[in-house]
């Protein structure tokens, strides 16, 4: 037979939801979960989230809200079990809900007020009456809050720590990470075990300059958390340099609609600015992916998230695309493996205490309780309350588990230090904690170090923080596939950044970091000319022309005999060019003179051999002589001008560019001066001039050529030769064509210089042959000497515009040369030709002409004077 208990108990099983409620129902009204207990410590927890349309309390949160309150319920069952910690003391507690709003959150706090604002007003009820007499109703008195953990948001714990520090209630936040909390002169009650922002901050500037990007824009929730640690971001990253912020745009609390979409379109204002820095709630994150999808930027925003992202699936479902390659940041925590089974353990049966478990338990399994007011649709299966969590429902421990514990066992350590210094040997409280002094628990708590739920120390700093440990993820997907990608860790922050580069992995090439950057670098050769107030934007201006870039700011100009690299980034030595043996420029200059000189060695033996012919006494053999040297040293000097210069070059070049035709035309001069004298002394007596002997002429002819020798000798002496190196001469535009030259230090004036006396020469003689052109035929060389210097002067005339002319190009050296040389050989074979070849044509060809011809009748030569006695007759046929 069966035992009438069990028999009843699938009735009871039926019975214990309506049961539950009924008991819940109650405590609901009260609006708080509360455990009874010598010290009752508050808890802030947004169980629900922001309500809509003028209501307080919106949808419940089942992690952020259940879980974190759950967490401080599994704290206080532990301290309260530690015979170590606080024996003989038990610690109570009263939890409310902030619904995620801060002035909410205000109303809820004043309760934990209520003790000390009844026990400052308790001397004013004496004689106080209701109306008609009654004495007044006297309720139980509220709990006696010592502490409070939490609140969740910023902005909710900024509020209320203003109202606790009125009562000197130490504070310890699990979540709020402000860096405004950290200001110990207004929150002085405040404590965390979670870093502040400033922190966070620090880290994710950390984190944009490992990624090499220096132009990002920022994204924050109107609010305590987004503005205050965008605003940590800039600061951070103003002070480190190297990061400019490209526009740092605010969500409003309640955007329109639109307002995203709005936002993007800001966003694309600064399109280099790749990288988005965000402190937003997961909603406003969430849409601000769904606004970027819809603009059809899938991957071209890379989001650096705050901790308010993390590791979080809710703000990306159904928007990994959008979230690949993102970073996040969390404070380094880990999973608690006792509140897993602790939690996963809860029923309606076992969790009567927390009042709002029934409205989980509905959420978390999707059925619905009968009597909870609810109709249960057709769609919706009622709860049977032999559901379990983790089996019948997923299940992730809450981030911010850890840090609740944390919190908790913070103060418990605080109380135990605080009462083994005022209660030594008593078991339980004595007179000097009741009650707690809030001021001095405050000491005690900022002074506690001890290892926290997850291993790590837990410890504040001056103004109540905790320090900086963040571990860093990155959305990635997996086989190319976002929606089944998840977060990897890739590196830590703890005061230093631990970053995994070669870890990360991003759309498009999966290992090319993207860039964010508001100029891309300048290449090789330029410089960067910045754009006024904005250090991180740039043009990038090219170190042209013979300029090189000296650093990434700077161009300077290479030094005068280097040129720059072909990349702009050196200098290098300019290569040194002259006229050599082997250039095409120096061919027809050197074939003119070899056959000039082979034609005036011909001449000059020829001339020798038959010295004392009728032909060669009648051309002068004296002064033809002297002409012949100058030719020959005319033809000469092109070998000069082609030999590499040099000191003994140089020093030769000088003295015989100019001594050949000074010579030459010496002697012309003296030639035709004395046939232009004679004829004008034969207009007018029979007496011949003087000073035309051979001797004479000789004389003359040297005394006018060593004006020439003198003042060359003298330049020599004045300013000795050398030679250099002039680096202008073909500094082309183009520095890959520059050269330097290696020549003597000759300008073109100094040049001309040499030539200038035998130029005057040249002209003097040419007006003597103009002179002299109406001669009898009797002076048979007038009129060749005539033809050779009207040819010269044309020679000449030629050579002036086209040595000059030719003075900018980048072939100066080699035109100016030929020019000159060729110029120099043209006039000597000129002179050569006229006067010489048809001479030595006559005496080699035809010798039968070579001979003495009869004087013409006197009444043929009356008309002139005869010649000097002793006198060749050169002027007679």
């Known amino acids: 037979m069966a035992r009438p208990g069990r028999a009843r ?24 979960v509360r455990l009874a207990g010598g010290l009752t410590l508050g808890g802030l927890f947004p169980v629900h989230a922001r309500g809509a349309a003028g209501r307080a309390c919106g949808p419940l949160k089942k992690e952020q809200g259940v879980h974190r309150l759950e967490a401080m319920l599994y704290a206080l069952d532990r301290v309260n079990a530690d015979p170590e910690l606080l024996p003989g003391v038990r610690l109570g507690a009263r939890l409310l809900d902030t619904c995620s709003r801060d002035t909410y959150a205000l109303e809820q706090a004043l309760s934990f007020v209520q003790a000390l604002i009844r026990g400052r007003g308790d001397g004013d009820e004496v004689g106080l009456r209701c109306p008609g007499g009654v004495p007044p109703l006297r309720t139980a008195p509220p709990e006696r809050v010592v502490a409070v953990v939490g609140a969740s948001a910023s902005s909710v714990s900024i509020m209320v720590a203003n109202v606790l520090r009125l009562f000197a209630i130490p504070q310890i936040s699990y979540a709020s990470t402000a860096p405004e909390l950290s200001d110990s002169t207004r929150y002085d009650f405040f404590s965390r075990v979670v870093p502040p922002d400033s922190y966070q901050a620090q880290a994710m500037v950390d984190i944009v300059r490992a990624l090499g990007w220096n132009y990002v824009s920022t994204l924050a929730s109107e609010g305590n958390y987004g503005e205050s640690g965008v605003e940590a971001f800039v600061q951070i990253s ?177 109380l135990h230090s605080m009462h083994q210094a005022l209660c030594p040997g008593h078991t339980g409280l004595c007179p000097a904690m009741e009650p707690t002094d809030g001021r001095t628990l405050l000491q005690y708590i900022r002074a506690v170090r001890f290892n926290g739920s997850a291993g790590t120390p837990v410890m504040f700093n001056e103004n109540g923080d905790a320090p900086g440990r963040y571990d860093i993820f990155q959305y990635q997907a997996t086989n190319g596939s976002a929606s089944s990608g998840g977060y990897q860790a890739v590196g830590q922050w703890a005061e230093t950044l631990r970053l995994d580069v070669e870890a990360l992995q991003w759309s498009g090439d999966p290992r090319e970091v993207p860039s964010s950057l508001c100029s891309l670098p300048c290449g090789p050769g330029e410089r960067k000319k910045m754009v006024k107030g904005v250090p991180c934007c740039w043009h990038c201006e090219a170190c042209d022309g013979y300029r090189f870039q000296v650093d990434e700011f700077t161009c300077e100009a290479c030094p005068g005999d280097m040129r720059p690299t072909p990349n702009h980034t050196g200098c290098r030595p300019t290569p040194v060019v002259r006229l050599s043996w082997s250039s095409p420029w120096a061919a027809l200059p050197l074939l003119l003179a070899v056959l000039g000189i082979m034609a005036t060695t011909t001449v000059v033996a020829t001339f020798m051999r038959h010295n004392n012919t009728p032909i060669v006494r009648a051309s002068g053999r004296e002064l033809s002589y002297v ?35 000074t010579l030459s035309y010496s002697a012309l001069l003296t030639k035709t001066n004395r046939i232009y004298r004679i ?15 051979p001797t004479s002429q000789l004389a003359i002819t ?72 109406g001669v009898p035929e009797t002076f048979n060389e007038a009129k060749p000497i005539g033809f050779t210097m009207y040819t010269t002067c044309i020679i000449w005339l030629a050579f002036v515009p086209i040595f000059f002319g030719t003075a ?30 048809p001479k030595t044509y006559v005496i080699l060809f035809h010798p039968e002409q070579n001979v003495q011809k009869r004087k013409r009748s006197l009444k043929a030569t009356s008309t002139v004077a005869a010649p000097p006695k002793g006198e060749d007759a050169e002027d007679h046929k």
């Open 627 to 661: 002409l012949l040297t100058g030719i020959f040293l005319i033809y000469a000097i092109t070998f000069l001008m082609v030999a590499e210069p040099g000191a003994v070059v140089c020093a030769t070049r000088r003295l015989f560019l100019g001594l050949g035709t």
């Open 702 to 773: 040297f005394s006018l050529t060593s004006l020439q020798v003198v003042g060359v000798i003298a330049w020599l002496g004045a300013r000795p030769p050398h030679s250099v190196i002039d680096y202008e001469e073909q500094r082309t535009v183009d520095p890959e064509q520059a050269r330097g030259v290696l020549k003597c230090d000759m300008s073109d004036l100094s040049l001309i210089g040499c030539l200038g006396y035998s130029l005057l020469l040249m002209v003097t003689c040419t007006v003597y042959a103009i002179k002299a052109r």
């Open 808 to 837: 900018q190009s980048a072939e100066k050296i080699y035109i100016q040369t030929t020019t000159l040389t060729v110029s120099l050989s043209l006039s000597a074979s000129v002179s050569l030709g006229m006067l010489y070849v």
């Open 238 to 414: 103003r002070e480190a340099g190297g990061v400019c912020i490209a526009q740092s745009i605010k969500i409003p609390r309640e955007p329109k609609p639109g307002e995203f979409n709005k936002v993007i379109r800001r966003l694309m204002e600064t399109p280099n600015a790749r990288g988005i820095i965000i402190f937003a709630n997961e909603d406003d994150i969430r849409r601000v992916l769904e606004a970027a999808r819809q603009a059809n930027l899938t991957g071209h925003f890379l989001w650096v998230g705050s901790d308010s992202w993390g590791a979080k699936t809710s703000p990306i479902l159904s928007l990994e695309d959008v979230a690949v390659g993102a970073i996040t940041i969390l404070p380094k925590r880990a999973s608690i493996d006792g509140f897993d089974q602790y939690f996963m353990t809860r029923s309606l049966e076992n969790n009567r205490r927390n009042i709002w478990f029934a409205e989980f338990w509905e959420e978390n399994f999707n059925c619905k309780l009968t009597g909870s007011g609810t109709q249960a649709d057709d769609s919706t299966r009622k709860c049977t309350g032999e559901e379990r969590i983790g089996r019948d429902s997923t299940y992730e421990q809450e981030g911010k588990v850890q840090f609740v514990i944390d919190a908790v066992y913070a103060i418990a350590h605080a």
């Open 9 to 32: 108990e699938p009735l009871l099983v039926a019975l214990l939801p309506l049961a539950w409620l009924a008991q819940a129902g109650l405590a609901r009204a009260a609006g708080s």
């Open 679 to 693: 004829f004008e002394q034969g207009k007018r007596s029979v007496t011949p001039p003087p000073f035309i002997s």
